[in-house]
């Protein structure tokens, strides 16, 4: 583990695994909490790291430490589910040489009710002798040669989404220095440009990226639904939606795509247009690549959900009726889909009685 003024959160952190791992190593990059005496009751094995803005220096100094046949790390502010711990321990049971790096499950982001809203898979554990090496600066990535073996043990992330000025700042730093982004560097920095309302310069890198870039996967998916996002806040909706369409060049269509593009059609309220995208997301929901990300709400809550609007606005209101109920088996307590029910049975009221 890298930590830096982690305090509140190591110590569940550390409790989540303590007994699954064999020994813990903490490398803090600058603390001036209570992180190092909360890591001291875990373990020996805590080192100090000047960090010098590249996360996958700090990352192998960290691995370079480990002395077990296999290295597993987290975050801080990442807990290990029960289910996920009883899961672990099988797996420890049945690992041999032929299992060189297993993927978990991350759910890193969820809404106000606790539903899993993005998630993905990552490499967690990685047999030693592979010799795994962390690659860019920022959202770095472990770069190594072996088939990964997918389990569905889970990672929880706990820390809330916030939006700051690191990462970019880490980026402008690299390159003031004269380097060069990678392919994934440049859609990574064209989104840390987007999340700082740089819009401009984002979609100059995003789209710079997309036309670099020579094998289609979902890196590429990625950067067109941030590009159309940027595009949005512009209210360039038909840029948005050509944005969106590039991903059906090369790739199934997934889920994500094909409910951004309908909202698009409604931001132009061509609902007829915007129904087609949505009823398509709901035909394909179980077509998605486990090893990517996914934006989980996408797959069922959000057509269904717009599809209700849609349908409102088209004059139809038992569809409109119907597909937010689907919404609401999704997420009962949403407050938006709640108001809309009311709505739409009013209005059903209304029709039925002429008043």
């Known amino acids: 583990m890298i930590v830096k ?10 409790n989540s695994v303590k007994d699954l791992v064999d020994e813990i190593i903490i490398v803090d990059t600058g603390s001036t909490d209570n992180t190092e005496e909360i890591a001291s009751e875990y373990t020996n094995n805590i080192y100090f790291y000047e960090f010098d803005d590249d996360f996958s220096k700090a990352r192998n100094y960290s691995f370079s ?10 975050d801080a502010d990442d807990v290990m589910s029960d289910e996920g711990r009883k899961k672990f321990k099988e797996l420890k049971n049945r690992l041999d040489n032929e299992i060189g790096v297993v993927a978990m499950k991350y759910n890193c982001i969820f809404d106000e009710e606790g539903n899993v809203v993005f998630s993905l898979y990552k490499e967690r554990l990685i047999r030693r002798e592979l010799k795994p090496r962390w690659i860019e600066p920022v959202h770095e990535y472990i770069d190594v040669d072996a088939d990964i073996y997918k389990t569905d043990i889970t990672i929880l992330h706990k820390r809330k989404r ?3 000025e690191r990462n970019l700042k880490i980026y402008r730093k690299f390159l003031y220095q004269g380097n060069e982004l990678s392919e994934r560097g440049t859609m990574y920095y064209g989104i840390e440009l987007l999340n700082n309302d740089l819009i401009q310069e984002a979609i100059f890198y995003l789209d710079k990226f997309l036309k670099m870039k020579t094998v289609w996967d979902s890196d590429c998916e990625l950067a067109c639904l941030e590009l159309s996002a940027c595009y949005t806040k512009l209210h360039e909706y038909d840029k948005a939606i050509k944005s969106l369409l590039q991903c059906f060049e090369k790739c199934v269509p997934r889920a994500e795509v094909c409910c ?3 909202n698009g059609f409604i931001y132009k309220k061509d609902y007829d247009v915007a129904v087609f995208w949505f009823e398509l997301a709901v035909a394909m929901k179980k077509i ?3 090893f990517s990300f996914v934006l989980d709400m996408y ?3 959000i057509p269904n959900y717009q599809l209700g609007i849609c349908h409102y606005f088209l004059g139809d209101i038992e569809r409109a009726i119907y597909y937010n109920d689907e919404a609401l088996k999704i997420k009962p307590n949403n407050i938006n889909a709640k108001k809309n029910d009311t709505l739409y049975k009013k209005m059903q009221e209304r029709i039925a009685t002429g008043k």
Do not use: M
């Not at 430490?65 to 987290?74: C, I």
């Open 5 to 14: 003024n982690e305090e509140k959160y190591l110590g569940d952190c550390l």
């Open 65 to 74: 430490k480990a002395t077990k046949e296999y290295v597993f790390w987290l």
């Open 162 to 164: 916030i939006t700051d």
């Open 260 to 262: 951004e593009i309908g």
């Open 288 to 290: 998605k690549d486990d």
């Open 299 to 301: 797959l069922d809550f």
